[in-house]
């Protein structure tokens, strides 16, 4: 509470060696490991984030917290496959479509773009209802060569949301590469109709 206290009235070191002091009493405590690793981070002290980070992780391994520390500092590095890895590990990845997304971009941008696909197929399965997860699992289709499943989704996409504007755009563009170019150009013009 002290240090709460300190950090409320924008005291930050102060509610630091608080915490600090609070961590060396109670070591295994995640909440105010990854909370010491959230202060160091937002301090430009990426070094020591990084340890308080790996020890929140270390008493649990799913603490959000601590993952997304993790995977913040990952992304600093450029080490994306990394970052994917520390959102899988959160334990609120199961329940959060947010997450698989961002998990299969850095997965993709790691270089392991079948891997990237083959997580938003599972959460495609896990909530078929999702726009976001549909464009961008209808988008890695696209990538890795799957043309007609793409079209499929992206067909069905537009039609249950007739606003979502890069997901007609998407369509016409795999429309056109897949050599459909009526259906292309059709496309194309609704888009030019509604915004000239």
Do not use: C
Request: hydrophobic share 40%; no cysteine; aromatic share 10%.
């Amino acid at each position: 509470m002290l240090a709460q206290f300190y950090e409320s009235r924008g005291s930050t070191e102060s509610a630091l060696g608080v915490y600090l002091q609070a961590a060396d009493r109670d070591p295994n405590n995640p909440a105010v490991l990854s909370h010491i690793g959230g202060m160091l981070m937002s301090s430009g002290k990426d070094a020591e984030a990084q340890v308080y980070f790996e020890k929140a992780r270390a008493a649990d391994k799913g603490n959000h917290e601590a993952n997304f520390g993790l995977a913040l500092l990952a992304e600093k590095r450029g080490d994306y496959l990394g970052v994917a890895t520390y959102l899988r590990g959160s334990d609120t990845y199961a329940r959060d479509p947010g997450l698989w997304v961002r998990a299969s971009y850095y997965l993709s941008r790691s270089g392991a773009l079948s891997e990237a696909v083959s997580n938003l197929a599972q959460a495609h399965l896990k909530w078929p209802e999702n726009p976001e997860i549909t464009y961008f699992y209808a988008l890695g289709l696209q990538d890795n060569g799957k043309t007609a499943e793409a079209l499929e989704l992206l067909r069905d996409l537009q039609k249950k949301q007739p606003d979502f504007r890069d997901a007609k755009l998407q369509y016409a563009v795999v429309s056109e590469r897949a050599g459909k170019l009526q259906e292309a150009e059709r496309v194309f013009r609704e888009l030019l109709e509604k915004k000239p």
